[in-house]
C-alpha cells in the first residue's frame, strides 16, 4: 500500500526566508508521480508543482522547488523569498500507475505553513 | 476544461440519519473520482476511488459506502450516520493521466448532532 507522510505539522519563517517542507513515500510501484498541492484558507486546493518519478531532473515552478531522492524515497518543497501569501496547509500527494492506468491518489497529514511580516 | 460540482456546502445531520453526498463533473470522460474526508486542520484521508462505473475501491472501513452509477457522478452514503462521521469531505478527479492535475470540488462540511 502507498503512504505519504509529512512528519512537520507546522512550521513558521519570517517573509523573504527559504523553508522547506518535508515529505516522504512507501510504494513499490516504479512507476509514479509526486505531487505538491496548497490549500489556503478558502479550502480550495491549488497544485504547487509535479514531478515525475522517471524523470531524475528535480522540478522548478519559480520560486518552488523539489528536492527528489528517489532511492530515500523522499521528495521535498523548498520555497524561496516567501511571501505572505505563502501561508497555508501544504500536502504532499503520490499516484501510482498500474497496467490499468492512474489509480488511487494519496495525500500525507500536511504541514501549516504560516510566513510572519 | 474540467470542472467538479459537489453539493451541499454545508449539512448538519441527527445522529442514526442517512447521508447521500453528490459529485459530478464536466469535461472529461471516464475520470478517476475520489471521496476524501478532512478533519479540522488534519490531511486528506482517501475513503473511496473508483476508476470507472461501477468500480469502487474502499481504503478505510468505514460508516460509509459510494456508488459510481454513471461516468461522471459520485455519491457518498450512509445508512446511519455517527458523530465521527463529522468532518470535511472533499470530491476530486483526475484524467485517468498521472501526470495531470487533480480538480476538487468545494467541499462539503458535514456536522452530524
Known amino acids: 500500500a502507498q503512504t505519504v507522510t509529512q512528519s512537520q505539522p507546522e512550521m513558521s519563517v519570517q517573509e523573504a526566508e527559504t523553508v522547506t517542507l518535508s515529505c516522504t513515500y512507501d510504494?513499490?510501484?516504479?512507476?509514479?508521480?509526486l505531487f505538491w498541492y496548497k490549500q489556503p484558507p478558502s479550502r480550495q486546493m491549488i497544485l504547487v508543482i509535479r514531478?515525475?518519478?522517471?524523470?531524475?531532473q528535480n522540478a522548478t515552478e519559480n520560486r518552488f522547488s523539489v528536492n527528489f531522492q528517489k532511492a530515500a524515497k523522499s521528495f521535498s518543497l523548498k520555497i524561496s523569498d516567501s511571501q505572505l501569501g505563502d501561508t497555508a496547509m501544504y500536502f504532499c500527494?503520490?499516484?501510482?500507475?498500474?497496467?490499468?492506468?492512474?489509480?488511487?491518489?494519496?495525500f500525507g497529514q500536511g504541514t501549516r505553513l504560516t510566513i510572519n511580516p | 476544461s474540467q470542472t467538479i460540482h459537489q453539493w451541499p456546502a454545508t449539512l448538519v445531520q441527527p445522529v442514526g440519519s442517512p447521508l447521500s453526498l453528490e459529485c459530478t463533473v464536466e469535461?472529461?470522460?471516464?475520470?478517476?473520482l475520489y471521496w476524501y474526508r478532512q478533519a479540522a486542520g488534519r490531511g486528506l484521508q482517501l475513503l473511496f476511488y473508483?476508476?470507472?462505473?461501477?468500480?469502487i475501491s474502499s481504503e478505510v472501513p468505514q460508516n460509509l459506502s459510494a456508488s459510481r452509477p454513471q461516468d461522471r457522478q459520485f455519491i457518498l452514503s450512509s445508512k446511519k450516520l455517527l458523530l465521527s462521521d463529522s468532518g470535511f469531505y472533499l470530491c476530486?478527479?483526475?484524467?485517468?493521466?498521472?501526470?495531470?492535475?487533480?480538480?476538487f470540488g468545494q467541499g462539503t462540511r458535514l456536522t452530524v448532532v
Open positions: 500527494a503520490f499516484i501510482g500507475v498500474s497496467s490499468q492506468g492512474a489509480q488511487k491518489l494519496v
Open positions: 469535461g472529461t470522460s471516464n475520470p478517476n
Open positions: 514531478q515525475e518519478a522517471y524523470k531524475q
Open positions: 476530486a478527479l483526475n484524467s485517468g493521466v498521472a501526470n495531470t492535475e487533480a480538480f
Open positions: 473508483s476508476v470507472g462505473i461501477g468500480q
Open positions: 510504494t513499490s510501484e516504479n512507476n509514479y508521480y
